[in-house]
């Protein structure tokens, strides 16, 4: 992978009117980008102040509507000296040696010597045309294969009489895009993209899915990760939401997607990858992209590491059939793209209920999991931060993820007493610190008799005629509406039921904690005493 050193910033304006004029482009176009060029002047504004105006004698203008054109023109011929060599990669008769984005172009070759020998040729014709080539960032990127090829030794590759670096170009992009993601979450810190005390839930999403699984996800489609880059890229992303959701570490991987209404970063690697192959069948028959894919599917086998390989396996995944069919008759844009979605999600949403279902710790979360958007266990009805505030503590009792003193006898190594340390009556259990802690019920009572009160009416209204359990009503008010179709239900229970419910476990955290924090202080002075 070769990278030019500021190349957009050093196209001689000369060679580009020349090249523009060798490609055949008309008069008065090239008349146009001539006079945009010449004489072309600007100035640095420093504290306020404006410098002298100087010549603009090289380079494309930056964030110009045709820039990335010209600078396409004007690198072409490198693409040509290399194709003409017969060097580098073949894909059957397609030649692929220099496949290029912008100023990055990449060399692909089976055999080590033929590389050597075209990074030359990008070398002498980067001194020819006056840029530079990043010696940091111009690295060798192995690409597994079935073929045997030569045996070669650290720095084999040279550019400059220097040593090319080797790197693992999936990991070394991951994490590339890991560093990225976590820039850009800091920087959007200040409008309140962190955990408690930031925006709503349902804002913070958006702005994750906006701006953050974009860089997240950048390159991806054509690398495709696996194994361990897989792995890294899915637990940053499992634990980038739980931050976010104010979710504890140990939360079941199923309640951060139901809660969030998003897909795992796998099943968003797929989606792109399925789109761009989408791009592929649309393009022109004798497109480069297109004769590629038509000739690996009908040749390669299963065991090929092929990308278009790749796609057939994530197909039998989604149960999508024949997928050389999709290439000679494509769907439209709108279509495939409807088409994928709708399997993708499928899949999706029928594996994470079904995999909730194998955690004890979701017992009181209802299997209600739509893509695409939030539970209404975390949305707010009301810009009031005292709302969000109450969301943490809320979604730990709802996972099944609050340590109370039975939990930590049942999971310490050391002997702990269970029983609960602001009564002293009976093990603290989930229903003892909703329902009957003696130290707690000055808090509870009000809270709980406008919870029966208010959950039996919004039931009756629904004709739902099964048993309720009021520690499931507190704990998850929407599981009894998971089999009703009425959304009108739903909304009166997030408007008024999880309200309440949301108060009484945000008054009984903060009240449990005080009285811990107290009795705490007064055994460490008991002590020194």
Known sequence: MLDGKSAFDVVVHANLIRRLYQIGIS?????????????????????????????????????????????????????????????????????????????????????????????????????????????????????????????????????DDKPMPKKNSVLLTVEENIKKARRTLYSLMGSGLHGTNGLDPETILTLVKTYVLPILTYGL?????????????????????????????????????????????????HIKILTLFGTISRSEKTSNEWRIAERQLKLKSFNSNSWFIDIKKICLLYNIENIEKYLDNPLTKSKWKSFIDNKVQSYWTNKILDDSKMYSTLQYMNCQYTIGKIHPLITTKTANNRDIVRIPSRTKIATGTYIFQSNRASFNKNKVNPTCKLCNKSPETLSHFLLTCESLEMVRKRLVDIIIDM?????????????????????????????????????????QLERVCRQLINNLHMKRYDLLIKQQKCEKKNNLS
């Open 27 to 159: 008069d008065q176009s090239l008349l146009m980008i001539q006079n945009l060029y010449q004489n072309a002047a600007t100035c640095i504004k420093w504290n306020g102040h404006l410098s002298e105006p100087f010549l603009v004698e090289q380079g494309v203008r930056q964030g110009g509507a045709i820039s990335a054109d010209l600078y396409k023109v004007y690198v072409n011929p490198l693409l040509n000296l290399l194709c003409e060599t017969g060097l580098g990669g073949k894909i059957g008769n397609i030649n692929c040696c220099a496949p290029t984005c912008a100023d990055d172009v990449a060399i692909i070759a089976t055999n080590p010597l033929e590389i050597q020998s075209l990074v030359d040729i990008a070398v002498d014709f980067s001194r020819r045309e006056g840029y530079l080539l990043q010696p940091t960032k111009s690295v060798i990127l192995p690409v597994r294969t079935t073929t045997k090829t030569i045996e070669t030794e650290e720095g084999f590759w040279n550019m």
């Open 221 to 269: 489609e054509i690398l495709i990760p696996k194994g361990k880059s897989l792995t890294t890229l899915n637990l940053y992303h499992k634990k980038l939401l739980k931050q976010l959701l104010s979710l504890s570490t140990n939360t079941a991987d199923p309640a951060i997607y139901i809660l969030s209404g998003m897909i795992p970063i796998e099943a968003e690697l």
């Open 455 to 495: 959950g039996s009416e919004l039931l009756a209204k629904s004709y739902f005629a099964e048993e309720v359990d009021l520690i499931q009503l507190i704990a998850n008010p929407f599981y009894y509406t998971v089999n009703k179709c009425n959304n009108e239900i739903v909304q009166n229970i997030a408007g």
